[in-house]
């Protein structure tokens, strides 16, 4: 069996480090495989100022590792179990330390491939050292805050009713009755002229 770490210790490392660091709140959390579902090794779930983050690690020596932490990491937030997630493709060099604290040490000065995937779109791999993740952390938050999702909701949502209120309004007491449940007063129906009538 090779010796040395495995990526899901790097991803705890991590996460230890960020929180040291008062960029994410502990607890890590693992998250389990659901019933049906493959087992899986634990992931890393944080709290990012009342966010959901995901760190999803592979190590460069593991074959396609950046496209699997990616898919990992897209995953995450698809499923809904993250706002944010983070893929991370670590140093093989990392594995190969003798202690958990050199581990530390070494990834706190070592230079990681990071990736961003949010709710609304994914970065690819940039260099990153461990201090500048908070500024990646931060204008993520900042770029979700900003991005109107609740508006194109809500026109999703008025789009819906659009094209749905002329079928309930065609069923006979539909509107008074959704009034009454409601709480609010029906519309006075229009009235009809007397060129309308005389056409029925």
């Given at each position: 069996?090779?010796?040395?770490?495995?990526?899901?210790?790097l991803?705890?490392?991590?996460?230890?480090?960020?929180?040291?660091?008062?960029?994410?709140?502990?607890?890590?959390?693992?998250?389990?495989?659901?019933?049906?579902q493959?087992?899986?090794?634990?992931d890393i779930?944080?709290?990012?100022?009342?966010?959901?983050?995901v760190?999803?690690?592979?190590?460069?020596?593991?074959?396609?590792?950046?496209?699997r932490?990616?898919?990992s990491?897209?995953?995450?937030?698809?499923?809904?179990?993250?706002?944010?997630?983070?893929?991370?493709?670590?140093?093989?060099?990392?594995?190969?330390?003798?202690?958990?604290?050199?581990?530390?040490?070494e990834?706190?000065?070592?230079q990681?491939?990071?990736?961003?995937?949010d709710?609304?779109e994914e970065?690819g791999?940039?260099?990153?050292?461990?201090t500048?993740?908070?500024?990646?952390?931060n204008?993520?938050?900042?770029?979700?805050?900003?991005?109107?999702?609740v508006?194109?909701?809500?026109?999703?949502?008025?789009?819906?009713?659009?094209?749905?209120?002329?079928?309930?309004?065609?069923?006979?007491?539909?509107?008074?009755e959704?009034a009454?449940?409601?709480?609010?007063?029906?519309?006075?129906?229009?009235?009809?002229?007397?060129?309308?009538?005389?056409?029925?």
């Amino acid at each position: 069996m090779e010796k040395g770490f495995r990526q899901e210790v790097l991803n705890v490392a991590l996460a230890q480090l960020l929180a040291k660091h008062g960029v994410v709140s502990a607890p890590e959390v693992i998250l389990k495989a659901r019933p049906g579902q493959k087992r899986r090794m634990p992931d890393i779930l944080v709290s990012f100022l009342g966010l959901r983050l995901v760190i999803e690690g592979e190590v460069a020596d593991t074959p396609g590792a950046e496209d699997r932490a990616l898919d990992s990491a897209r995953k995450r937030v698809e499923e809904g179990l993250a706002h944010i997630s983070m893929a991370v493709v670590y140093p093989a060099s990392l594995r190969k330390l003798d202690s958990f604290d050199q581990l530390q040490r070494e990834m706190a000065e070592s230079q990681l491939k990071v990736a961003i995937v949010d709710e609304s779109e994914e970065t690819g791999y940039s260099p990153t050292e461990l201090t500048q993740i908070p500024n990646i952390l931060n204008n993520t938050f900042d770029k979700l805050v900003r991005e109107d999702v609740v508006a194109r909701a809500a026109a999703i949502l008025d789009d819906a009713v659009e094209k749905g209120a002329p079928v309930f309004a065609a069923i006979t007491g539909f509107p008074e009755e959704a009034a009454r449940i409601l709480g609010i007063r029906t519309l006075p129906r229009k009235k009809k002229s007397p060129t309308e009538e005389e056409e029925e």
